[in-house]
């Protein structure tokens, strides 16, 4: 068994052993470290080959050499050059070769490059806002995600983009396509597909949400195409027009996904209203190309399908998603089909995501994370937050998507994690005082508490958990309801720990406690505390530090389920590495 190591600073490490906690290691994050090391490398190269060229250039009768445009390559002086250049790549690769490991185990960005994570362990959802559909890239070292932003239709005339380094910290790209460079659009701009060929990127997108006969009316609407110089836009309609502007097949020109396969033929993917259309893109991204028997649209629909497209390819094999239900409703999901040919057929072999009542509802409508050169796949999704019932409050989510043995898709779990290593309480109600997250530790300036919008039942939920002196207690609320500013109609459970040496756990009616068990135990002041509660039925166990024999055991079964935060007493207690799972 391997244990991690958290070390609050000048304080002594806590043990944290294997199990749901094990992979929410704690990772010294210094995105600037990969700068570091490029600009360091870049130093090397050119110090390398400047010192060369001007020791040599140094050289009695040598000057010549490096003046003059066009010599003699047959010449003892061209024979001299090509040994400087040898020289110099020697002395180059030597000192990359020695320097490059020695600062790769110094900053940790280079170990951890292969972001190997459960979940987004800084917190689902991983931005803040509401945004749906989103689908993704990797562009110049950046992943990046497009969503849909998540309004009414009339409201949607704009999208944002994000884009991170690690998948921890992202960056926020405000309006990178509007409405104003697309004349044709008005509203309900949706489902942003991003791809790039030849230097330029493109963004396909759906606008005006236009339907069945509404074309041969004259009214315009569909898919339309827009491209840009850079990621982040301006994107610019490519052409002035939807590039797919009526209905084929029954499908409503609608959630495209645009897929580049490995003999460079691109192919768009989409439909709404439960038709699944594919189509070549000719070379230019801008036109629908056609198949060798001249047609342009081919229904290639799997059982159960609705909406929201996406392709992707893994070991020579075509994957086909989608998502199922209605996207205002909890039901809303994602499933998948597999093929040997891009043409499908598709037939459907599983639904891999939905909602969970501990977690969140109508998730679906996803796209997928690759982490180049990796085995490791996230799917990238919305989801609706448990308290939320307005259909437009969905907001962006990941977590991992392994693959089983024989290619298929394993169901999805979504985790719950923050381990505020992006430095933000996404996702977190914030009840008394505000929170603030300081050094990757939720921070409390008050009596408070943050809450998490889930639903717990039977549970394992850990954290880190500090007190700033002596008179503060600060611990774990679960299968909590009502919780308010004053906490007043609190109801549920409490366990804590005090600056003054105990372990309590609490039952809290209506904003009153009353302690259930009590243990002194050591608790030494600014020093992290690995706190655990297992909640299985009415049995209920408190973990300090010693994660094989509980603190305290109870059987209580005032309360079943409810949401899951934290608590303190006062300012200055730090809580970190959350998570809360099923046993
Ligand atoms: C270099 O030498 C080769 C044979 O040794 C000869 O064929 C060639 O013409 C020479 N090139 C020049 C630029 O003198
Ligand atoms: C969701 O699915 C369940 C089970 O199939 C069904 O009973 C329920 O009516 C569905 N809810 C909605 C809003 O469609
Ligand atoms: C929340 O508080 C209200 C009013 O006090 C009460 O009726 C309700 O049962 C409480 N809900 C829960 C889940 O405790
Ligand atoms: C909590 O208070 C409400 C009134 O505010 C009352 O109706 C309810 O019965 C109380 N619940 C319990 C469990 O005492």
């Not at 027009?241 to 897929?259: M, T």
């Not at 209605?326 to 995501?353: C, E, Q, R």
Request: negative net charge; aromatic residues 12%; proline residues 5%.
């Amino acid at each position: 068994m391997t244990s991690n190591v958290v070390k609050e600073r000048g304080t002594r490490p806590l043990e944290l052993p294997d199990g749901p906690w094990a992979s929410i290691t704690p990772r010294e994050r210094r995105p600037s470290g990969i700068y570091i090391t490029l600009a360091i490398c870049l130093v090397l190269i050119l110090g390398t080959y400047g010192f060369s060229i001007r020791f040599f250039s140094l050289l009695p009768g040598s000057g010549w050499l490096f003046s003059s445009p066009a010599w003699d390559s047959n010449s003892t002086a061209a024979h001299k050059l090509t040994e400087i250049f040898e020289m110099a790549r020697f002395l180059l690769h030597a000192a990359v070769g020695l320097v490059l490991p020695i600062m790769t185990r110094a900053l940790p960005i280079m170990r951890q490059a292969n972001l190997d994570y459960a979940t987004s362990e800084a917190g689902n959802p991983f931005v803040n806002g509401w945004y749906a559909d989103p689908d993704t890239e990797f562009y110049n070292g950046r992943y990046w995600v497009f969503p849909t932003s998540s309004y009414a239709y009339a409201q949607q005339t704009y999208l944002d983009a994000f884009s991170s380094l690690d998948l921890i910290n992202w960056e926020k790209h405000e309006n990178i396509l509007t409405i104003k460079d697309v004349k044709w659009a008005t509203k309900a701009v949706w489902a942003p597909a991003p791809i790039s060929r030849g230097g330029k990127y493109y963004l396909y997108f759906g606008a005006n949400d236009i339907q069945e006969g509404e074309p041969e009316r004259g009214l315009i609407g569909g898919i339309g195409v827009a491209v840009a110089d850079k990621p982040e836009g301006p994107y610019i309609d490519a052409i002035g027009k939807p590039l797919i502007g009526e209905y084929h097949n029954g499908a409503q020109p609608i959630d495209q996904d645009v897929f580049i396969d490995d003999d460079g033929q691109a192919y768009i993917f989409y439909g709404g209203h439960s038709h699944c259309n594919i189509a070549k893109l000719n070379e230019d991204m801008i036109s629908i190309g056609q198949f060798d028997d001249g047609t342009s649209f081919k229904e290639i629909t799997p059982e159960g399908y609705v909406e929201g497209t996406q392709m992707i390819k893994r070991n020579g094999k075509y994957y086909l998603m989608w998502s199922e239900g209605g996207w205002t409703g909890p039901n809303y999901s994602v499933s998948y089909a597999m093929s040997d040919s891009i043409m499908g057929p598709f037939t459907k072999l599983a639904k891999i995501l939905e909602q969970d009542s501990a977690v969140a509802k109508g998730s679906g409508h996803n796209g997928v994370i690759h982490v180049p050169d990796t085995d490791i796949w996230y799917i990238i999704y919305h989801r609706r937050p448990l308290s939320e019932t307005d259909g437009n409050h969905r907001v962006l989510a990941y977590d991992r998507m392994y693959f089983n043995e024989d290619g298929t898709i394993a169901p999805i779990k979504m985790l719950v994690k923050d381990n505020f290593a992006d430095g933000q309480a996404v996702g977190w109600k914030q009840y008394g005082v505000s929170w603030s997250v300081i050094d990757t530790r939720l921070t409390s300036s008050g009596e408070a508490a943050a809450m998490l919008d889930t639903n717990f039942g039977d549970l394992v939920y850990d954290a880190t958990v500090s007190v700033p002196d002596s008179g503060v207690d600060a611990g774990l609320l679960f299968r909590t309801a009502n919780v308010s500013n004053d906490l007043a109609q609190l109801n549920g459970y409490y366990a804590k720990v005090s600056g003054s040496g105990s372990v309590t756990l609490e039952k809290i009616i209506n904003g009153t406690s009353s302690s259930l068990s009590e243990e002194t135990i050591s608790i030494a002041a600014r020093t992290e505390h690995h706190v655990r509660v297992t909640a299985v039925g009415s049995e209920i166990n408190v973990f300090v530090d010693d994660l094989r024999t509980p603190k305290i055991t109870v059987i209580d079964n005032s309360f079943s389920t409810g949401a899951d935060g934290v608590r303190s007493s006062a300012a200055g207690a730090r809580f970190g590495f959350v998570s809360v799972a099923k046993p």
